[in-house]
């Protein structure tokens, strides 16, 4: 009888032991996938942005917890803050000319963030590039001329404000019955919508932050959101300007 019972309690001891290290395997288990799991999203957001949330281009946003955007897009921010570029005046001219442009964009459907592509282009500046782009919105002479423009020695429209914005507004358009996706429509108006749509379907990706492009078109939208970011929140990357500076100028 007494044996019996110390068999039962053996039993019964080994059963709970082998409970015990059965939950605490478990447990175990699962501590060691979550800590997995955070390590593999632990991915820095750029410290110069308070809300990842709110950056986006055209309302698409960014991937910011991949590691490779947040790191394209931290390079850009830093390559456009104050400490870079040591002048406001990219701000008094974007205040200026955003006047004109604003509206026109509003007209024809574009969103508002299209704006920031002469900064990027051109640095709003009507220079001339060695390929021989020329105005705010860098159009080639052929494209200029299909977008209805004259360009001629005596009288080029790729320096009229207004109308070289009206033709961009229409290049634009047409790129998106194309490509449907306003971030692809960026790349396409820098890359050549022809350049871009080979790259799609050599890579088969649809989505910009997903393909390899050349340098200039893989960071074109990472330099899009930085001049948007530096132009909306100045103070965060460095800047004196505000907003009593762009009411002056109205």
């Not at 939950?23 to 110069?48: A, F, M, S």
């Not at 281009?57 to 947040?70: G, R, S, T």
């Not at 442009?101 to 990027?120: H, M, N, R, S, T």
Request: proline letters at 4%.
């Amino acid at each position: 009888m007494y044996k019996k019972h110390l068999i039962t309690c053996s039993v019964i001891l080994v059963l709970f032991v082998l409970s015990k290290l059965l939950i605490y395997g478990v447990t175990l288990k699962k501590t060691v996938v979550k800590t997995q799991l955070k390590e593999g999203n632990d991915v820095v957001v750029p410290d110069t942005c308070d809300s990842p949330a709110k950056l986006n281009f055209a309302n698409e946003p960014l991937p910011v917890h991949d590691q490779k955007v947040a790191v394209k897009l931290k390079y850009s921010l830093t390559q456009h803050s104050f400490k870079k570029l040591q002048t406001n005046l990219l701000h008094h001219r974007a205040a200026i000319l955003f006047k004109v442009i604003e509206p026109i964009l509003k007209a024809y459907g574009i969103p508002d963030d299209f704006k920031y592509i002469p900064i990027v282009e051109s640095n709003l500046e009507a220079g001339i590039s060695p390929k021989g782009a020329r105005g705010l919105w860098q159009f080639m002479p052929c494209t200029a001329r299909t977008y209805g423009l004259k360009v001629g020695r005596r009288n080029d429209e790729r320096l009229n404000l207004k109308k070289s914005t009206v033709a961009a507004c229409c290049y634009l358009r047409e790129l998106y019955g194309e490509f449907h996706n306003w971030t692809l429509v960026a790349a396409a108006y820098n890359n050549g919508s022809m350049k871009l749509a080979h790259q799609m379907r050599l890579q088969k990706k649809h989505s910009y932050f997903r393909m390899h492009l050349n340098h200039e078109t893989g960071n074109y939208i990472y330099d899009l959101v930085a001049v948007k970011e530096i132009i909306t929140r100045p103070g965060d990357f460095g800047y004196s300007y505000n907003e009593a500076n762009y009411l002056s100028l109205n």
